[in-house]
């Protein structure tokens, strides 16, 4: 019998391969592990980094011919999202990294989950929309600790 056993990695073109690897490791605090250029076509000549933190893999993907990467923006259901355990010290170091988010500060979703959720998105470098999560997350600590976000 198939099974699907989680997601395996999630795909970003880029225009600009060093912005996003930074972003993603020096920001995000992801590791990079594996990268090649593509000498098959139709990627011939297309360079690939892969990163990951956790069990979370994104593939950066920067075609040779940039024609080819179309703008993603903000539409309907076009994002990912990361599981992210210290929300507040993570927005706080991707805004001072000059990143801006859609929203002051995370919503929380008391129904949304069992357990309470918590979320906040932005645009990475290359347009992707990324969502921060946090689960596990009460409405009584909404007060405490969102004056942390506005410095």
Known sequence: MALIRGLADICIHTG?????LDFYKNVLGF?????????????EGTLYNFVRAGSCVIILAQPKNLNKIKKLGNNNGNHFALDILGLDELVLKVKKAGYVFEQDTPDVLNDFFPTGYRSISLLGPSGERIALVEYGYTEKQEYSQLSLLSN
């Open 16 to 20: 600009d391969m060093r912005k996003s």
């Open 31 to 43: 590791e990079q592990f594996y990268s090649f250029v593509s000498k098959k076509k139709p990627d």
